[in-house]
């Protein structure tokens, strides 16, 4: 059980930690482009515009996406409640990997919304 309980709070913490830096990156995103830490992809780091907008959107979508992988996660381990570790870990694993997948995923509509409100200079198009 012990084992169940560590991979369970594991499998909470990515979506936790989403919607937390999330929350932080839509209220207030790094001060300076830096290649460290924030939301950094070649398009968000072509001036303090781009650098913001990023950061605000991919917040929001982390606050949202993070909440909504928390309850599933918790309720893909409770079928393997009382199972062998080996059961437990393979669950865990793959609950992990599809969260890390669908963090990765956020990229993408954040990168469709810097290239609709910005031209490929970093240039904010005039709608």
């Known amino acids: 059980m012990g084992f169940w309980t560590f991979m369970t709070a594991m499998n909470l913490l990515l979506p936790f930690i989403m919607i ?5 990156f839509s209220k207030r995103p790094p001060k300076e482009i830096n290649h460290f830490v924030g939301y950094r992809t070649s398009m968000s780091m072509k001036n303090e515009d781009t650098w ?3 950061h605000h959107h991919c917040g929001k979508i982390w606050k949202i996406v ?3 992988m928390l309850v599933p996660s918790f309720l893909v381990m409770l079928f393997v409640i009382g199972k062998d570790t080996e ?5 865990s694993s793959v609950v992990i990997g599809v969260q890390t997948a669908i963090l990765v ?3 993408i509509p ?4 810097l290239r609709k409100n ?3 200079d970093g ?3 005039q709608i």
Request: net charge positive.
């Open 123 to 125: 240039n904010r198009k």
């Open 110 to 113: 954040t990168e469709i919304a």
């Open 118 to 120: 910005f031209d490929k």
């Open 52 to 54: 913001v907008f990023a």
């Open 87 to 91: 059961t437990v870990g393979i669950f």
């Open 105 to 107: 995923a956020s990229i």
């Open 66 to 68: 993070g909440a909504c």
């Open 20 to 24: 937390v830096i999330g929350h932080i």
